[in-house]
């Protein structure tokens, strides 16, 4: 029989620390003004698309720094083909402009995109940790509420039913995405990382949210509902 001291406090999986630890962070993104009048239909499809347009940034900065790190032991098994999303935002993005193959041209990121791409780009580069906060807060995000949005943006401005303009948020290649989210929080889990390493992706997964909170910022200034 174990003594008290060895018959320990069960040890939270790490899937459900990071997820506990973004909760706060998670809410205030979610209701952030830009995304309440965006989903509650106050807004036309410029502001979607100039939301889809920041999207883009970010997900270059992931989906080209992933590319390195695919035999990384710490961020390596995050990285599926399955999740990829850039091809989709261009697909979206072209739809968005009309069909005009040159809808890239003008294209700049706000600076709060490119501070959050940037960041992106960094921890790809330097931190696989700090790489797999972010691809938690995307890609477990879009798998999730994405879905929440893409229904309401399918009813607000009349995309086909997981179309141009909404595929961003259509995962293909993912059948269940509730066994897929269940398999990622089991690769959360096994992070092959110490407990401070641990906390630190923690942070950097607020940050994250931090990061995107602030695009919506921007995004709600360049859209201010007109009184
Ligand atoms: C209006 C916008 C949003 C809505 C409606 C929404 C809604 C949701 C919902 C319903 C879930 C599932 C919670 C559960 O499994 O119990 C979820 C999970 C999640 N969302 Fe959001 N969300 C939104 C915005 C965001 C944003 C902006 C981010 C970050 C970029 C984000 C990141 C996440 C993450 C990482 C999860 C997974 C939590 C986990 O299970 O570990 N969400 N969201």
Known sequence: MSSPSTSSTP????????????????????TSTFMSDLLGGKLGVEAYTRYTEQLWFVYRALEDGA??????????????PELMRTAELERDLAHLHGGAEDWRADLQPLPATRAYAGRVAECARSWPGGFVAHHYTR????????????????????????????RFYVFEGIGNPAAFKRGYRELLDGVPVDELEKMRIVDECKRAFALNTAVFRALGDEFPLSA
């Open 67 to 80: 590319e390195a790190l695919r035999d990384d032991p710490v961020a390596g098994p995050f990285i599926q």
């Open 139 to 166: 890609y477990l995000g879009d798998l999730s509420g994405g879905q929440i949005i893409r229904d309401k943006a399918e009813r607000t401005w009349g995309f086909a039913r997981k179309g141009d303009g909404v």
């Open 11 to 30: 040890v939270t999986p790490f899937s459900t620390v990071i997820r506990t630890a973004s909760h706060e962070a998670h809410t205030e993104a979610e």
